[in-house]
């Protein structure tokens, strides 16, 4: 059986700031590092962790550097596996962003950007799927990541089309464990649970 372990990234200072993350490189703060180190704890103690894939982002690798320390298992990083591209808000107080946004109308799901500069949703998901696609996956992997980066991690194990994603979100939230598993006889994939 193959197993994902997809992590959310713990608290970073840009969530205590109020600041827009995305790309923004903000570090984990104490309380993120703590909670990282309790994350690579419980990993330990369900499986041995033979792989991870990391976002680039100082926050997410910060997760995964704690995850490899307890475990042993190397780091891959990869700015493919980064949170969505937030443009011209990056790193801006959320109430910046919150007075900008265009709401999307309901017919362009896929190629509306939401702030000059960022992201569209094709754009996001697809540099995820293509970064899935090419890579191996061990018996049990980790992938460090961000939260609403991790839906769509989620969305490829299970072979959601990149046109279906438009209205796809697991609520994924900062800190936490969401499991992925194929059996090894019919490779039917699953979620074994989100969020813990």
Same mark, same amino acid.
């Given at each position: 059986?193959?197993?994902?372990?997809?992590?959310?990234?713990?608290?970073?200072?840009?969530?205590? +700031?109020?600041?827009?993350?995305?790309?923004?490189?903000?570090?984990?703060?104490?309380?993120?590092? !703590?909670?990282?180190?309790? $994350?690579?704890?419980?990993?330990?103690?369900?499986?041995?962790?033979?792989? $991870?894939?990391?976002?680039?982002?100082? @926050?997410?690798?910060?997760? +995964?550097?704690?995850?490899?320390?307890?475990?042993?298992?190397?780091?891959?990083?990869?700015?493919?596996? @980064?949170?969505?591209?937030?443009?011209?808000?990056?790193?801006?107080?959320? !109430?910046?962003?919150?007075?900008?946004? @265009?709401?999307?109308?309901?017919?362009?799901?896929?190629?509306?950007? $939401?702030?000059?500069?960022?992201?569209?949703?094709?754009?996001?998901?697809?540099?995820?799927?293509?970064?899935?696609?090419?890579?191996?996956?061990?018996?049990?992997?980790?992938?460090?990541?961000? +939260?609403?980066?991790?839906?769509?991690?989620?969305?490829?194990?299970?072979?959601?089309?990149?046109?279906?994603?438009?209205?796809?979100?697991?609520?994924? @939230?900062?800190?936490?464990?969401?499991?992925?598993?194929?059996?090894?006889?019919?490779?039917?994939?699953?979620?074994?649970?989100?969020?813990?």
């Amino acid at each position: 059986m193959k197993t994902i372990y997809v992590v959310s990234h713990t608290e970073s200072e840009h969530h205590l +700031s109020d600041l827009v993350g995305g790309w923004y490189d903000s570090e984990l703060t104490i309380q993120g590092i !703590s909670d990282a180190k309790v $994350i690579a704890q419980a990993l330990s103690s369900e499986a041995q962790i033979d792989l $991870i894939y990391s976002s680039d982002l100082k @926050r997410a690798k910060s997760t +995964s550097e704690c995850i490899a320390e307890m475990t042993g298992a190397p780091i891959t990083t990869s700015s493919a596996l @980064r949170e969505m591209s937030f443009g011209d808000a990056e790193g801006k107080e959320q !109430s910046w962003l919150d007075e900008r946004i @265009r709401p999307e109308d309901g017919a362009n799901r896929m190629d509306h950007s $939401i702030v000059n500069g960022a992201e569209t949703k094709r754009e996001f998901v697809g540099r995820i799927y293509q970064y899935l696609n090419g890579i191996e996956l061990a018996e049990n992997t980790v992938i460090s990541t961000h +939260s609403f980066a991790a839906t769509y991690v989620i969305a490829w194990w299970i072979g959601m089309p990149l046109e279906s994603v438009g209205y796809v979100n697991f609520g994924i @939230r900062p800190g936490k464990i969401t499991k992925l598993v194929e059996d090894d006889f019919f490779k039917n994939r699953a979620v074994a649970y989100l969020n813990q």
